[in-house]
Protein backbone atom coordinates (compact mmCIF):
# COMPACT_ATOMS: atom_id res chain seq x y z
CA UNK A 1 0.00 0.00 0.00
CA UNK A 2 1.06 3.55 -0.91
CA UNK A 3 0.96 6.26 1.73
CA UNK A 4 -0.13 9.56 1.28
CA UNK A 5 3.43 11.07 1.74
CA UNK A 6 4.69 9.07 -0.82
CA UNK A 7 2.72 9.73 -3.30
CA UNK A 8 3.37 13.44 -2.66
CA UNK A 9 7.19 12.81 -2.64
CA UNK A 10 6.83 11.01 -5.82
CA UNK A 11 5.09 13.34 -7.61
CA UNK A 12 6.90 16.65 -6.73
CA UNK A 13 9.83 14.64 -7.43
CA UNK A 14 8.15 13.75 -10.77
CA UNK A 15 6.75 18.08 -11.84
CA UNK A 16 10.56 18.70 -10.26
CA UNK A 17 11.69 16.38 -13.30
CA UNK A 18 9.25 17.51 -15.60
CA UNK A 19 10.34 21.20 -14.57
CA UNK A 20 14.46 20.46 -15.69
CA UNK A 21 13.52 18.77 -18.83
CA UNK A 22 11.42 21.68 -19.79
CA UNK A 23 14.27 24.07 -19.16
CA UNK A 24 16.68 22.07 -20.60
CA UNK A 25 14.29 22.09 -24.18
CA UNK A 26 13.13 25.77 -23.99
CA UNK A 27 16.77 27.03 -23.68
CA UNK A 28 17.10 27.85 -27.24
CA UNK A 29 18.79 25.84 -29.13
CA UNK A 30 20.38 23.31 -27.17
CA UNK A 31 17.07 20.62 -28.07
CA UNK A 32 17.70 20.89 -31.72
CA UNK A 33 21.39 20.95 -31.37
CA UNK A 34 20.96 17.41 -29.88
CA UNK A 35 18.49 16.20 -32.02
CA UNK A 36 20.88 17.00 -35.18
CA UNK A 37 23.44 15.39 -33.54
CA UNK A 38 21.56 12.58 -32.73
CA UNK A 39 20.43 11.95 -36.65
CA UNK A 40 24.10 12.62 -37.52
CA UNK A 41 25.38 9.75 -34.95
CA UNK A 42 22.21 7.84 -36.53
CA UNK A 43 23.18 8.14 -40.13
CA UNK A 44 26.65 7.83 -39.55
CA UNK A 45 26.30 4.06 -38.47
CA UNK A 46 24.02 3.38 -40.79
CA UNK A 47 26.02 4.69 -43.65
CA UNK A 48 29.72 4.84 -44.08
CA UNK A 49 29.43 7.67 -46.90
CA UNK A 50 27.71 10.22 -44.62
CA UNK A 51 30.39 11.81 -42.72
CA UNK A 52 32.87 12.06 -45.64
CA UNK A 53 33.63 15.53 -46.79
CA UNK A 54 31.87 15.45 -50.08
CA UNK A 55 28.51 14.59 -48.79
CA UNK A 56 28.12 17.66 -45.90
CA UNK A 57 29.20 19.44 -48.18
CA UNK A 58 26.11 18.54 -50.59
CA UNK A 59 24.12 18.17 -47.49
CA UNK A 60 24.85 22.43 -47.51
CA UNK A 61 24.06 22.39 -50.60
CA UNK A 62 20.73 21.35 -49.96
CA UNK A 63 19.87 22.85 -47.01
CA UNK A 64 20.95 26.41 -48.91
CA UNK A 65 17.91 26.77 -50.86
CA UNK A 66 14.92 25.34 -47.62
CA UNK A 67 17.61 27.59 -44.82
CA UNK A 68 17.11 30.87 -47.16
CA UNK A 69 13.36 30.52 -47.55
CA UNK A 70 12.91 29.48 -43.50
CA UNK A 71 14.49 32.80 -42.43
CA UNK A 72 11.76 34.44 -43.91
CA UNK A 73 9.60 31.75 -42.09
CA UNK A 74 10.66 32.53 -39.31
CA UNK A 75 10.20 35.98 -39.34
CA UNK A 76 6.61 35.10 -40.18
CA UNK A 77 6.22 32.48 -37.59
CA UNK A 78 7.70 35.11 -34.59
CA UNK A 79 4.98 37.31 -35.21
CA UNK A 80 2.52 34.43 -34.51
CA UNK A 81 1.51 34.05 -37.99
CA UNK A 82 2.77 31.50 -40.70
CA UNK A 83 3.49 31.48 -44.36
CA UNK A 84 2.39 28.79 -46.83
CA UNK A 85 3.25 30.48 -49.86
CA UNK A 86 6.47 30.77 -49.56
CA UNK A 87 7.99 27.22 -51.66
CA UNK A 88 5.48 29.22 -54.74
CA UNK A 89 6.47 32.73 -54.14
CA UNK A 90 10.19 31.04 -54.92
CA UNK A 91 8.99 29.35 -57.79
CA UNK A 92 7.63 32.07 -59.66
CA UNK A 93 10.02 34.28 -59.11
CA UNK A 94 12.52 31.50 -60.36
CA UNK A 95 10.37 31.58 -63.33
CA UNK A 96 10.52 35.66 -64.06
CA UNK A 97 14.13 35.35 -63.45
CA UNK A 98 15.18 32.73 -65.94
CA UNK A 99 12.05 33.20 -68.44
CA UNK A 100 13.19 37.38 -68.41
CA UNK A 101 16.90 35.98 -68.83
CA UNK A 102 16.85 32.94 -71.90
CA UNK A 103 13.19 34.23 -73.91
CA UNK A 104 13.30 38.09 -73.38
CA UNK A 105 17.04 38.61 -73.61
CA UNK A 106 16.16 40.59 -70.38
CA UNK A 107 20.19 41.58 -68.62
CA UNK A 108 20.91 38.91 -66.39
CA UNK A 109 20.96 41.21 -63.11
CA UNK A 110 17.90 42.93 -64.28
CA UNK A 111 16.12 39.71 -64.72
CA UNK A 112 17.55 38.67 -61.31
CA UNK A 113 16.24 42.08 -59.68
CA UNK A 114 12.97 41.18 -61.63
CA UNK A 115 12.31 37.66 -59.91
CA UNK A 116 13.51 38.89 -56.40
CA UNK A 117 10.86 41.94 -57.38
CA UNK A 118 8.15 40.00 -57.73
CA UNK A 119 8.46 37.96 -54.35
CA UNK A 120 8.91 41.09 -52.39
CA UNK A 121 5.31 41.52 -54.07
CA UNK A 122 3.79 39.05 -52.79
CA UNK A 123 5.33 39.48 -49.85
CA UNK A 124 3.95 43.17 -49.32
CA UNK A 125 0.45 41.12 -50.43
CA UNK A 126 0.74 39.12 -48.01
CA UNK A 127 1.48 41.31 -45.32
CA UNK A 128 -0.99 44.11 -46.50
CA UNK A 129 -3.60 41.19 -46.18
CA UNK A 130 -3.06 39.91 -43.01
CA UNK A 131 -1.74 43.52 -41.48
CA UNK A 132 -4.61 45.66 -43.01
CA UNK A 133 -7.60 43.34 -43.80
CA UNK A 134 -7.14 41.56 -40.60
CA UNK A 135 -7.19 38.01 -42.57
CA UNK A 136 -5.72 35.13 -40.89
CA UNK A 137 -2.52 34.37 -42.38
CA UNK A 138 -3.10 30.93 -42.84
CA UNK A 139 -5.78 31.56 -45.35
CA UNK A 140 -4.07 34.89 -47.17
CA UNK A 141 -1.22 32.55 -48.30
CA UNK A 142 -3.36 29.17 -48.80
CA UNK A 143 -4.78 31.85 -51.13
CA UNK A 144 -1.74 33.40 -52.87
CA UNK A 145 0.26 29.77 -53.01
CA UNK A 146 -2.48 28.85 -55.07
CA UNK A 147 -1.89 32.39 -57.32
CA UNK A 148 1.72 31.84 -57.40
CA UNK A 149 1.48 28.49 -58.37
CA UNK A 150 -1.14 29.21 -61.11
CA UNK A 151 0.99 32.08 -62.48
CA UNK A 152 4.09 30.45 -62.29
CA UNK A 153 2.31 27.15 -64.79
CA UNK A 154 0.45 30.17 -66.68
CA UNK A 155 3.43 32.35 -67.20
CA UNK A 156 5.97 29.55 -67.98
CA UNK A 157 3.87 28.07 -69.88
CA UNK A 158 4.75 24.81 -68.90
CA UNK A 159 8.22 25.17 -69.71
CA UNK A 160 11.77 24.68 -68.26
CA UNK A 161 14.40 27.27 -68.96
CA UNK A 162 17.22 26.23 -69.28
CA UNK A 163 20.85 27.48 -71.10
CA UNK A 164 21.24 30.54 -68.65
CA UNK A 165 23.49 33.49 -68.33
CA UNK A 166 26.77 32.74 -66.29
CA UNK A 167 25.74 35.48 -63.96
CA UNK A 168 22.63 33.52 -62.84
CA UNK A 169 24.56 30.72 -61.81
CA UNK A 170 27.35 32.81 -59.62
CA UNK A 171 26.10 31.63 -56.29
CA UNK A 172 26.31 27.96 -57.72
CA UNK A 173 29.79 28.55 -58.30
CA UNK A 174 32.33 26.17 -55.81
CA UNK A 175 35.77 27.11 -53.85
CA UNK A 176 37.48 24.27 -51.79
CA UNK A 177 38.57 23.66 -48.10
CA UNK A 178 40.10 21.00 -46.91
CA UNK A 179 38.86 18.87 -49.47
CA UNK A 180 34.79 20.01 -49.52
CA UNK A 181 33.27 22.09 -51.97
CA UNK A 182 31.52 24.99 -50.72
CA UNK A 183 28.83 26.96 -53.02
CA UNK A 184 29.22 30.82 -52.65
CA UNK A 185 25.02 30.55 -52.42
CA UNK A 186 26.23 28.37 -48.88
CA UNK A 187 28.09 31.20 -47.97
CA UNK A 188 25.45 33.96 -48.85
CA UNK A 189 23.26 31.62 -46.52
CA UNK A 190 25.40 31.95 -43.68
CA UNK A 191 25.55 35.84 -44.14
CA UNK A 192 21.69 36.30 -44.13
CA UNK A 193 21.91 34.37 -41.01
CA UNK A 194 24.10 36.10 -39.14
CA UNK A 195 22.64 39.48 -40.80
CA UNK A 196 19.61 38.43 -39.06
CA UNK A 197 20.37 37.10 -35.77
CA UNK A 198 21.64 40.62 -35.62
CA UNK A 199 18.79 42.57 -36.11
CA UNK A 200 16.28 39.81 -34.46
CA UNK A 201 18.57 40.30 -31.29
CA UNK A 202 20.28 43.61 -31.20
CA UNK A 203 18.12 46.05 -32.85
CA UNK A 204 14.79 47.62 -31.98
CA UNK A 205 13.17 46.28 -35.05
CA UNK A 206 13.86 43.12 -34.25
CA UNK A 207 12.63 43.19 -30.42
CA UNK A 208 8.75 44.90 -31.82
CA UNK A 209 8.58 41.19 -34.09
CA UNK A 210 9.03 39.44 -31.06
CA UNK A 211 6.45 41.86 -29.01
CA UNK A 212 4.13 41.71 -32.16
CA UNK A 213 4.10 38.30 -32.21
CA UNK A 214 3.87 37.36 -28.01
CA UNK A 215 1.51 40.06 -27.11
CA UNK A 216 0.33 42.38 -30.06
CA UNK A 217 -2.39 44.79 -27.88
CA UNK A 218 0.36 45.12 -25.22
CA UNK A 219 2.74 45.90 -28.16
CA UNK A 220 0.55 48.62 -29.39
CA UNK A 221 -0.03 49.55 -26.41
CA UNK A 222 3.45 50.52 -25.42
CA UNK A 223 3.24 52.61 -28.97
CA UNK A 224 5.17 49.92 -31.18
CA UNK A 225 3.29 50.81 -35.11
CA UNK A 226 2.25 47.06 -34.83
CA UNK A 227 0.81 47.59 -38.65
CA UNK A 228 4.54 48.41 -40.12
CA UNK A 229 6.01 45.86 -38.07
CA UNK A 230 3.51 43.27 -39.62
CA UNK A 231 3.73 44.94 -43.05
CA UNK A 232 7.59 44.92 -43.22
CA UNK A 233 8.40 41.45 -41.51
CA UNK A 234 5.86 40.06 -44.79
CA UNK A 235 8.14 41.99 -47.10
CA UNK A 236 11.43 40.70 -45.65
CA UNK A 237 9.91 37.45 -46.10
CA UNK A 238 8.99 37.79 -49.63
CA UNK A 239 12.81 39.41 -50.05
CA UNK A 240 14.10 36.33 -48.93
CA UNK A 241 12.06 34.42 -50.95
CA UNK A 242 13.67 35.96 -54.01
CA UNK A 243 16.83 35.27 -53.05
CA UNK A 244 15.81 31.67 -52.40
CA UNK A 245 14.87 31.34 -55.84
CA UNK A 246 18.07 32.77 -57.02
CA UNK A 247 19.70 30.45 -54.95
CA UNK A 248 17.95 27.87 -56.87
CA UNK A 249 18.16 28.87 -60.16
CA UNK A 250 21.95 28.62 -59.50
CA UNK A 251 22.12 25.32 -58.07
CA UNK A 252 19.97 23.25 -60.52
CA UNK A 253 20.97 25.59 -63.54
CA UNK A 254 17.07 25.95 -64.65
CA UNK A 255 13.82 27.34 -64.39
CA UNK A 256 11.86 24.86 -63.21
CA UNK A 257 8.30 25.37 -63.03
CA UNK A 258 7.29 22.56 -60.97
CA UNK A 259 10.36 22.99 -58.45
CA UNK A 260 8.77 24.31 -54.45
CA UNK A 261 5.59 23.13 -54.55
CA UNK A 262 5.65 20.57 -52.01
CA UNK A 263 9.32 19.86 -50.75
CA UNK A 264 10.75 23.49 -49.93
CA UNK A 265 7.36 24.97 -49.00
CA UNK A 266 7.01 22.01 -45.76
CA UNK A 267 10.64 21.25 -45.39
CA UNK A 268 11.06 25.78 -44.58
CA UNK A 269 7.93 25.27 -42.30
CA UNK A 270 9.38 22.11 -40.57
CA UNK A 271 13.00 23.68 -40.78
CA UNK A 272 11.39 26.33 -38.19
CA UNK A 273 9.60 24.59 -35.64
CA UNK A 274 12.47 21.93 -35.25
CA UNK A 275 14.64 24.67 -35.18
CA UNK A 276 12.57 25.77 -31.63
CA UNK A 277 10.44 28.72 -32.83
CA UNK A 278 6.87 28.47 -31.63
CA UNK A 279 3.88 28.62 -33.48
CA UNK A 280 2.36 30.67 -31.02
CA UNK A 281 4.54 33.63 -31.63
CA UNK A 282 7.29 35.51 -29.71
CA UNK A 283 9.67 33.04 -29.28
CA UNK A 284 12.66 31.54 -31.35
CA UNK A 285 15.36 32.31 -33.32
CA UNK A 286 17.34 32.35 -36.51
CA UNK A 287 20.17 30.18 -34.98
CA UNK A 288 17.70 27.59 -34.25
CA UNK A 289 15.79 27.77 -37.85
CA UNK A 290 19.62 26.86 -39.49
CA UNK A 291 19.92 23.92 -37.10
CA UNK A 292 16.35 22.79 -37.90
CA UNK A 293 17.02 23.37 -42.01
CA UNK A 294 20.47 21.29 -41.17
CA UNK A 295 18.37 18.60 -39.43
CA UNK A 296 15.68 18.39 -42.64
CA UNK A 297 18.85 18.02 -44.97
CA UNK A 298 20.45 15.68 -43.03
CA UNK A 299 17.42 13.48 -43.03
CA UNK A 300 16.74 13.59 -46.67
CA UNK A 301 20.41 13.38 -47.51
CA UNK A 302 20.77 10.31 -45.17
CA UNK A 303 17.62 8.17 -45.95
CA UNK A 304 18.13 8.67 -49.34
CA UNK A 305 21.88 7.26 -48.75
CA UNK A 306 20.60 4.33 -46.57
CA UNK A 307 18.35 3.55 -49.25
CA UNK A 308 14.87 4.95 -48.29
CA UNK A 309 12.25 5.12 -50.97
CA UNK A 310 11.37 9.52 -51.57
CA UNK A 311 7.80 8.84 -50.73
CA UNK A 312 8.80 7.51 -47.24
CA UNK A 313 10.99 10.67 -46.71
CA UNK A 314 7.84 12.82 -46.85
CA UNK A 315 6.32 10.40 -44.35
CA UNK A 316 9.22 10.92 -41.90
CA UNK A 317 8.96 14.95 -42.67
CA UNK A 318 5.66 14.44 -41.52
CA UNK A 319 6.08 12.75 -38.95
CA UNK A 320 8.60 14.86 -37.91
CA UNK A 321 6.55 18.10 -37.84
CA UNK A 322 3.90 17.04 -35.62
CA UNK A 323 6.68 15.31 -33.58
CA UNK A 324 8.37 18.77 -33.35
CA UNK A 325 4.89 20.75 -33.01
CA UNK A 326 3.72 18.62 -29.69
CA UNK A 327 7.16 19.67 -28.06
CA UNK A 328 6.41 23.32 -28.94
CA UNK A 329 2.80 22.72 -27.28
CA UNK A 330 3.91 21.08 -24.43
CA UNK A 331 6.93 23.44 -24.00
CA UNK A 332 5.28 27.21 -24.98
CA UNK A 333 2.04 26.65 -22.97
CA UNK A 334 0.94 29.94 -21.60
CA UNK A 335 0.58 29.68 -18.11
CA UNK A 336 -2.51 30.53 -16.17
CA UNK B 1 -13.99 81.50 -5.97
CA UNK B 2 -12.85 80.52 -2.70
CA UNK B 3 -8.97 81.60 -1.91
CA UNK B 4 -8.41 77.50 -1.86
CA UNK B 5 -9.12 77.17 -5.76
CA UNK B 6 -7.19 80.65 -6.31
CA UNK B 7 -3.75 78.62 -4.55
CA UNK B 8 -4.24 75.26 -6.35
CA UNK B 9 -4.25 75.21 -10.28
CA UNK B 10 -5.09 71.66 -11.60
CA UNK B 11 -2.63 70.36 -13.89
CA UNK B 12 -4.81 68.52 -15.95
CA UNK B 13 -9.00 69.66 -16.03
CA UNK B 14 -11.80 68.76 -18.44
CA UNK B 15 -14.51 71.13 -19.16
CA UNK B 16 -17.99 69.69 -20.41
CA UNK B 17 -16.89 66.96 -22.47
CA UNK B 18 -19.70 64.88 -24.55
CA UNK B 19 -19.45 61.65 -26.54
CA UNK B 20 -22.47 60.15 -27.88
CA UNK B 21 -23.04 56.63 -29.41
CA UNK B 22 -25.71 56.39 -31.59
CA UNK B 23 -28.78 57.46 -28.88
CA UNK B 24 -26.42 56.50 -26.05
CA UNK B 25 -24.59 59.34 -24.27
CA UNK B 26 -21.70 58.04 -22.48
CA UNK B 27 -20.45 61.24 -21.54
CA UNK B 28 -22.83 63.84 -20.57
CA UNK B 29 -21.01 67.26 -20.25
CA UNK B 30 -18.94 66.32 -17.84
CA UNK B 31 -16.12 68.35 -16.11
CA UNK B 32 -12.32 67.00 -14.03
CA UNK B 33 -9.97 68.04 -12.60
CA UNK B 34 -6.29 66.77 -11.20
CA UNK B 35 -4.52 68.30 -8.99
CA UNK B 36 -0.64 68.76 -8.91
CA UNK B 37 0.93 65.99 -6.08
CA UNK B 38 -2.66 64.01 -5.71
CA UNK B 39 -4.01 61.00 -6.07
CA UNK B 40 -7.41 60.92 -7.65
CA UNK B 41 -9.38 58.06 -7.62
CA UNK B 42 -12.32 57.58 -10.34
CA UNK B 43 -15.01 54.80 -8.82
CA UNK B 44 -18.47 54.49 -10.41
CA UNK B 45 -20.42 51.82 -11.27
CA UNK B 46 -20.34 49.73 -14.71
CA UNK B 47 -21.58 51.99 -17.27
CA UNK B 48 -21.58 55.18 -15.42
CA UNK B 49 -19.27 56.54 -17.99
CA UNK B 50 -15.70 55.82 -16.24
CA UNK B 51 -13.99 54.20 -19.65
CA UNK B 52 -15.52 56.56 -21.60
CA UNK B 53 -14.22 59.55 -19.47
CA UNK B 54 -10.69 58.02 -19.15
CA UNK B 55 -10.45 57.24 -22.74
CA UNK B 56 -11.91 61.05 -23.43
CA UNK B 57 -8.20 62.05 -21.26
CA UNK B 58 -6.01 60.18 -22.79
CA UNK B 59 -6.58 60.12 -26.57
CA UNK B 60 -7.81 56.93 -26.72
CA UNK B 61 -11.18 58.11 -28.00
CA UNK B 62 -11.89 61.95 -29.31
CA UNK B 63 -14.83 63.35 -27.23
CA UNK B 64 -17.92 65.07 -29.68
CA UNK B 65 -17.26 68.64 -27.81
CA UNK B 66 -15.59 69.89 -24.78
CA UNK B 67 -11.93 71.06 -23.98
CA UNK B 68 -9.11 69.26 -22.01
CA UNK B 69 -6.36 71.44 -20.84
CA UNK B 70 -2.94 70.37 -19.74
CA UNK B 71 -0.93 73.21 -17.38
CA UNK B 72 -3.45 75.45 -18.44
CA UNK B 73 -2.90 74.78 -22.02
CA UNK B 74 -5.99 73.14 -24.53
CA UNK B 75 -4.74 70.05 -25.76
CA UNK B 76 -6.20 67.49 -28.38
CA UNK B 77 -5.18 64.20 -28.43
CA UNK B 78 -5.91 62.43 -30.99
CA UNK B 79 -4.12 58.86 -30.43
CA UNK B 80 -2.94 57.45 -26.97
CA UNK B 81 0.22 58.61 -28.57
CA UNK B 82 -0.16 62.02 -28.44
CA UNK B 83 -0.66 61.45 -24.96
CA UNK B 84 2.04 59.86 -24.01
CA UNK B 85 4.38 62.46 -25.80
CA UNK B 86 2.63 65.20 -23.73
CA UNK B 87 4.23 62.93 -20.52
CA UNK B 88 1.12 60.96 -19.43
CA UNK B 89 1.64 57.42 -18.95
CA UNK B 90 -1.59 55.11 -18.45
CA UNK B 91 -1.37 51.27 -17.31
CA UNK B 92 -4.04 49.31 -18.46
CA UNK B 93 -6.79 46.68 -17.04
CA UNK B 94 -5.39 43.64 -18.73
CA UNK B 95 -1.36 43.05 -17.95
CA UNK B 96 -0.13 44.90 -20.68
CA UNK B 97 3.28 43.46 -21.27
CA UNK B 98 4.92 41.17 -23.28
CA UNK B 99 5.41 37.70 -21.16
CA UNK B 100 8.49 36.63 -23.17
CA UNK B 101 10.34 39.45 -23.18
CA UNK B 102 12.68 40.22 -19.97
CA UNK B 103 11.80 42.76 -17.73
CA UNK B 104 14.41 45.54 -19.08
CA UNK B 105 12.96 44.51 -22.87
CA UNK B 106 9.41 45.37 -21.03
CA UNK B 107 10.13 48.48 -19.53
CA UNK B 108 11.65 50.27 -22.41
CA UNK B 109 9.27 48.66 -25.02
CA UNK B 110 8.49 51.03 -28.27
CA UNK B 111 11.36 53.35 -26.47
CA UNK B 112 14.36 51.25 -26.94
CA UNK B 113 17.74 53.08 -26.79
CA UNK B 114 20.57 52.89 -29.15
CA UNK B 115 24.35 52.68 -28.57
CA UNK B 116 26.38 56.13 -28.73
CA UNK B 117 28.52 56.23 -31.78
CA UNK B 118 28.06 54.65 -35.29
CA UNK B 119 27.08 51.27 -33.52
CA UNK B 120 24.12 53.08 -32.41
CA UNK B 121 24.18 55.56 -35.43
CA UNK B 122 24.79 53.42 -38.35
CA UNK B 123 24.68 49.77 -36.84
CA UNK B 124 21.18 50.64 -35.08
CA UNK B 125 22.36 48.67 -32.22
CA UNK B 126 20.40 48.64 -28.92
CA UNK B 127 22.13 49.44 -25.88
CA UNK B 128 21.02 46.38 -23.82
CA UNK B 129 23.02 47.05 -20.84
CA UNK B 130 22.75 50.85 -20.07
CA UNK B 131 18.62 49.77 -20.42
CA UNK B 132 18.83 46.90 -17.75
CA UNK B 133 20.65 49.00 -16.02
CA UNK B 134 17.91 51.97 -15.91
CA UNK B 135 15.32 49.20 -15.54
CA UNK B 136 16.93 47.95 -12.39
CA UNK B 137 17.33 51.72 -10.92
CA UNK B 138 14.03 52.71 -11.81
CA UNK B 139 12.54 49.54 -10.14
CA UNK B 140 14.65 49.89 -6.77
CA UNK B 141 13.71 53.63 -6.83
CA UNK B 142 10.24 52.59 -6.86
CA UNK B 143 11.11 50.39 -4.16
CA UNK B 144 10.43 47.18 -5.80
CA UNK B 145 12.74 44.54 -4.32
CA UNK B 146 11.35 41.80 -5.24
CA UNK B 147 12.66 41.34 -8.15
CA UNK B 148 16.48 41.43 -8.77
CA UNK B 149 17.28 40.33 -12.39
CA UNK B 150 16.26 42.55 -15.12
CA UNK B 151 16.82 40.14 -17.69
CA UNK B 152 14.41 37.92 -16.32
CA UNK B 153 11.43 36.81 -18.91
CA UNK B 154 8.23 38.58 -17.44
CA UNK B 155 6.15 35.58 -17.70
CA UNK B 156 8.30 34.00 -14.95
CA UNK B 157 6.59 36.63 -12.70
CA UNK B 158 3.97 36.43 -10.71
CA UNK B 159 0.54 38.12 -11.50
CA UNK B 160 1.40 41.56 -9.17
CA UNK B 161 5.00 41.23 -10.02
CA UNK B 162 4.08 42.14 -13.70
CA UNK B 163 1.49 44.58 -12.85
CA UNK B 164 4.85 46.31 -10.65
CA UNK B 165 6.48 46.35 -13.84
CA UNK B 166 3.77 48.28 -16.02
CA UNK B 167 3.28 50.37 -13.42
CA UNK B 168 6.82 50.60 -12.64
CA UNK B 169 7.33 51.53 -17.12
CA UNK B 170 4.36 54.26 -16.37
CA UNK B 171 5.79 56.04 -12.97
CA UNK B 172 9.90 55.78 -14.69
CA UNK B 173 8.62 57.78 -18.16
CA UNK B 174 5.19 59.93 -17.11
CA UNK B 175 6.43 63.80 -16.92
CA UNK B 176 2.96 64.84 -16.10
CA UNK B 177 0.82 62.01 -14.42
CA UNK B 178 0.08 58.16 -14.56
CA UNK B 179 -3.13 56.79 -15.15
CA UNK B 180 -3.96 53.60 -13.69
CA UNK B 181 -6.95 51.93 -15.20
CA UNK B 182 -8.57 49.08 -12.46
CA UNK B 183 -4.42 48.23 -11.91
CA UNK B 184 -5.49 45.02 -8.82
CA UNK B 185 -8.62 43.37 -10.60
CA UNK B 186 -7.01 40.77 -11.44
CA UNK B 187 -4.50 40.45 -8.37
CA UNK B 188 -4.51 38.28 -5.03
CA UNK B 189 -4.83 40.59 -1.72
CA UNK B 190 -0.90 40.27 -0.94
CA UNK B 191 -0.11 41.26 -4.78
CA UNK B 192 -2.92 44.33 -4.61
CA UNK B 193 -1.18 45.79 -1.04
CA UNK B 194 2.24 45.52 -3.54
CA UNK B 195 0.56 47.67 -5.54
CA UNK B 196 -1.17 50.01 -3.73
CA UNK B 197 1.85 50.65 -1.94
CA UNK B 198 3.59 51.22 -5.49
CA UNK B 199 0.91 53.72 -6.22
CA UNK B 200 1.97 56.10 -2.82
CA UNK B 201 5.83 55.81 -3.94
CA UNK B 202 4.90 57.61 -7.55
CA UNK B 203 2.72 59.61 -5.53
CA UNK B 204 6.09 60.55 -3.23
CA UNK B 205 8.02 60.87 -6.59
CA UNK B 206 5.15 64.56 -6.45
CA UNK B 207 3.45 62.41 -9.86
CA UNK B 208 0.17 62.61 -9.40
CA UNK B 209 -2.10 59.80 -10.30
CA UNK B 210 -5.67 59.15 -11.82
CA UNK B 211 -6.92 55.47 -10.51
CA UNK B 212 -9.62 53.80 -11.52
CA UNK B 213 -11.22 51.51 -9.58
CA UNK B 214 -14.07 49.28 -8.10
CA UNK B 215 -12.43 48.40 -5.05
CA UNK B 216 -14.16 50.60 -2.29
CA UNK B 217 -11.24 49.66 0.44
CA UNK B 218 -8.83 50.15 -1.81
CA UNK B 219 -9.84 53.61 -3.18
CA UNK B 220 -10.43 54.80 0.64
CA UNK B 221 -7.11 53.79 1.55
CA UNK B 222 -5.11 55.64 -0.56
CA UNK B 223 -6.59 58.29 -2.72
CA UNK B 224 -6.55 62.34 -1.52
CA UNK B 225 -9.92 62.75 -3.75
CA UNK B 226 -12.65 60.67 -5.08
CA UNK B 227 -14.59 61.63 -8.55
CA UNK B 228 -18.05 59.62 -8.41
CA UNK B 229 -18.96 59.11 -11.97
CA UNK B 230 -22.51 58.64 -12.82
CA UNK B 231 -24.63 58.37 -15.97
CA UNK B 232 -22.38 59.72 -17.80
CA UNK B 233 -21.67 62.72 -16.04
CA UNK B 234 -19.97 63.70 -12.14
CA UNK B 235 -22.09 62.96 -9.53
CA UNK B 236 -19.44 64.58 -7.14
CA UNK B 237 -16.00 64.35 -5.50
CA UNK B 238 -15.82 63.67 -2.38
CA UNK B 239 -12.44 62.66 -0.05
CA UNK B 240 -12.42 59.72 2.30
CA UNK B 241 -12.22 62.07 5.13
CA UNK B 242 -15.21 63.34 4.17
CA UNK B 243 -17.56 60.64 3.38
CA UNK B 244 -17.40 57.22 4.39
CA UNK B 245 -17.66 54.13 2.11
CA UNK B 246 -21.65 53.51 2.28
CA UNK B 247 -22.02 57.25 1.58
CA UNK B 248 -19.70 56.81 -1.66
CA UNK B 249 -21.38 53.64 -2.54
CA UNK B 250 -24.62 55.60 -2.20
CA UNK B 251 -23.89 58.21 -4.63
CA UNK B 252 -22.64 56.19 -6.64
CA UNK B 253 -25.56 54.48 -7.19
CA UNK B 254 -27.62 57.16 -6.64
CA UNK B 255 -29.58 56.42 -3.30
CA UNK B 256 -28.22 59.47 -2.29
CA UNK B 257 -27.46 63.22 -4.27
CA UNK B 258 -24.61 65.21 -3.16
CA UNK B 259 -24.98 68.72 -2.36
CA UNK B 260 -22.92 71.09 -4.64
CA UNK B 261 -20.86 73.30 -2.56
Redesign the interface.
Known amino acids: MTSPEMTVERASALSRALGLGRRVITAPTVGPLVALLLAMAFFSVESDRFLQAQNLSLVLQQVMVVGVLAIGQTLVILTAGIDLSCGTVMALGQIVMTKLAVENGVPPLLALLLGIGTCVAFGVLNGGLVTFVGLPAFIVTLGTLNIAFALTHIYSDDMTFSGLPSQLLFFGRTFEIGGADFTYGVVLMLVLYAFFW ?1 VLS ?4 G ?2 V ?2 VG ?2 R ?3 R ?4 KTEWVLLSVYTVAGLTYGIAAMLLVARTELGDPNAGQTTENLDAITAVVLGGTSLFG ?2 GTVIGTLIGATIVGVFRNGLTLIGVEVIYQYLVTGILVILAVSVDQLTHR ?2 A | MSIATQERQPIFEARGLVKRYGHVVALNGTDFDLYPGEILAIIGDNGAGKSTLIKALTGALIPDSGHVYLDGNEVHFKT ?2 DA ?1 SAGIE ?1 V ?1 Q ?1 L ?6 DIA ?1 NMF ?4 R ?1 RAGPLGSI ?4 D ?1 KGMKEDAGQSMANLGIATVQNMGQAV ?1 TLSGGQRQAVAVA ?1 AATFATKFVVLDEPTAALGVKETGQVLNLIQQIKGKGLPVILISHNMPNVFEVSDRIHIARLGGCAGVITPKSHTPTEAVAIMTGATTLQKG
Open positions: YQTAWRHYADNEAALTGIGRRR | PQRTYTAVAPALALGRERLRMMKER
